[in-house]
């Protein structure tokens, strides 16, 4: 590590002012403890996730299974570190999912084939605690757009809960409108 802190100083001098910006404005807005904040990480280098590891930020997300595979498993003796998941998910895609090294939230369960599918690869693949899940909602009903409709929401948490015993359901995300109010808020980080 001591390696890598020394090629580092121009990120951390670029990603540690960013960081302290944004968990700034999350103060404002509510207490740290309520809000969590999630690097997007995707098309990132290896070394922009290190220095923003080191600058205290634990928590990424990315959008593609192969991506996140790859670095996951590159950054594992980064010990601390959580993944979150907040792509489109396919049934198909969930074994090597659940694959990936510190796994800790996969955001956008959407219907119940993915749920067993990826509750199937956890059970096999996981490090033995439950998998954190969030229902994603298509609120504005839009076709390109992923997420279960509405009046399916419900249902789908209850096959969760009651049919995935390696899965815990936490929330519901309706990305699109989430991204969007933190957007206008100027609450994205990005680096």
């Known amino acids: 590590m001591k ?12 990603i540690q002012p960013n960081l302290t910006l944004i968990r700034d404005q999350i103060a404002k807005v509510k207490s740290e403890k309520l809000v969590r904040l999630v690097a997007v990480s995707k098309t990132k280098p290896h070394s922009y996730i290190e220095a923003a590891y080191e600058a205290g930020q634990h928590v990424f997300g990315e959008n593609y299974i192969n991506e996140l595979h790859e670095k996951s498993h590159a950054l594992e003796h980064l010990t601390d570190i959580k993944w979150h998941f907040i792509g489109n998910l396919q049934k198909k895609n969930c074994p090597k999912l659940t694959q990936c090294k510190n796994l800790a939230v996969v955001e956008t369960v959407d219907s119940e084939k993915v749920a067993k ?13 439950l998998l954190s899940v969030f229902v994603q909602i298509n609120t504005s009903r839009e076709e390109q757009k992923a997420g279960c409709m509405p009046e399916e929401t419900t249902n789908l948490a209850d096959f969760i809960n009651s049919d995935c015993d390696a899965l815990a359901l936490k929330r519901c995300n309706d990305h699109w409108s989430f991204w969007l109010r933190l957007e206008q808020k100027g609450l994205i980080l990005i680096f």
Do not use: P
Request: glycine share 12%; hydrophobic share 30%; proline share 0%.
């Open 117 to 129: 599918a990826l509750n199937n690869g956890w059970k096999k693949n996981g490090n033995g605690e």
């Open 3 to 14: 390696r890598f802190l020394s090629r580092s100083n121009s990120l951390m001098s670029f």
